[in-house]
């Protein structure tokens, strides 16, 4: 890829650390423990995007002559939102804070994510399968219109930052807004991986639909115990 491409995409993904450690402030300062949460969540988040990038895809470009800068660069968003649940409830428990931390992290992902498929579309990666051109393709470097995967993925985050926002505008379901984010980013992206030019393993189904699965079962589940835990606190009051 030409380099002005790869420094920008660099550059976006250093700002997306850099607005989410600003975001992050603001809450860690209820309490020193939450510094400690936050980078567990950055790290098993970088973690996850990782290993979800191994499993899906990697591995398929062993034999490939660029290997290690592919495997070395390679990521995906999926894995990057299991990881960091991951690491922001094992950090939790580990340092014993117990309140929600799920609606700032509602804010985080998907303003972290937009940055990310801003460097996609200036990279020239992620991209959607080809398709006949129309008014919504965009062509790749070879000049093949294809669906706008990083595009569209863009927009949806986008969609979602604004439902977050008024949730929290409106003071609806306080700390559970995380969950309804990974819900819906777990329905959608399982959904318009059908469109994305990605490996298929099992199919027309590739590792990131199993991802995105793990990610709305994730976001159900912690709804539900949520809810409950919301539900039995209310009784005992």
Known sequence: MPFPNSTAYGWLMLAGIFVS???????????????????????????GAKLVYLGAEGWLHWHDANRWW???????????????????????????????????????APVGIMLGR????????????????????????AGVPRWPAALVELLFNAAMLGVILLLRRKELWP??????????????RFGHEFLRATPQILGPISGYHIAALGIAALGLVGFVLRRRAFTLAGTRG
């Not at 939790?92 to 929600?100: C, D, E, F, H, N």
């Not at 801003?118 to 470097?141: I, K, Q, S, Y």
């Not at 700390?175 to 984010?181: G, V």
Request: charged share 15%.
């Open 21 to 47: 450690i600003a975001l992050w402030s603001r809450v860690a300062r209820r309490d020193e423990r939450l510094v400690l949460v936050y980078v567990a969540a950055l790290t098993g988040a970088f973690l």
């Open 70 to 108: 592919i495997l070395a660069t390679g990521k995906s968003i999926t894995g990057a939102l299991l990881g960091g649940y991951a690491g922001v409830e094992i950090a939790k428990r580990l340092v014993g804070y117990t309140s929600a931390t799920g609606d700032w992290f509602a804010v985080i």
């Open 118 to 141: 801003v460097g996609c579309l200036l990279h020239g990666c992620c991209l959607g399968r080809a398709c006949e051109p129309a008014w919504f393709t965009m062509n790749d470097a």
């Open 175 to 188: 700390d559970q807004h995380f969950h309804i984010y990974l819900m819906a980013y777990g329905c959608f």
